[in-house]
């Protein structure tokens, strides 16, 4: 059985930091390739951060480029999401999820999905 759960979340200031983790059973990340999206209040889910299992490739979404960093720990089966200079905007409920194989596909394209956490950023 596969699950994903996230932890990490809660409120904090503009400009600050914080880091999601996302404690992974079921899956190998040589197997699946990892990605976190998001959801705000009244929108859709956005992609926003990608590691491929095959080259370990990170891919980003333009609006947290240069601010978040994606990276697992095989050891510890869990992937993190470093997330730093956080803005208003960045508000939103957090997932993980698991994509079998070497693409990082959209969020329908995903295979496993965690519950979810939430992410408030206050000015």
């Known amino acids: 059985e596969v699950q994903l759960v996230e932890s990490g979340g809660g409120l904090v200031q503009a400009g600050e930091s914080l880091r999601l983790s996302c404690a992974a059973s079921?899956?190998?990340?040589?197997?699946?390739?990892m990605g976190w999206f998001r959801q705000a209040p009244g929108k859709d889910y956005e992609g926003v951060s990608c590691?491929?299992?095959?080259?370990?490739?990170?891919h980003y979404v333009d609006s947290v480029k240069g601010r978040f960093t994606i990276s697992t720990d095989n050891a510890k089966n869990t992937v993190y999401l470093q997330m730093n200079s956080l803005k208003n905007e960045d508000t939103a409920v957090y997932y993980c999820a698991a994509a079998a194989g070497s693409t990082c596909p959209e969020y329908h394209g995903m295979d496993y999905w965690g519950k979810g956490i939430l992410v408030t950023v206050s000015s």
């Open positions: 590691i491929r299992s095959t080259d370990k490739s990170t």
């Open positions: 079921g899956v190998t990340f040589d197997d699946y390739s």
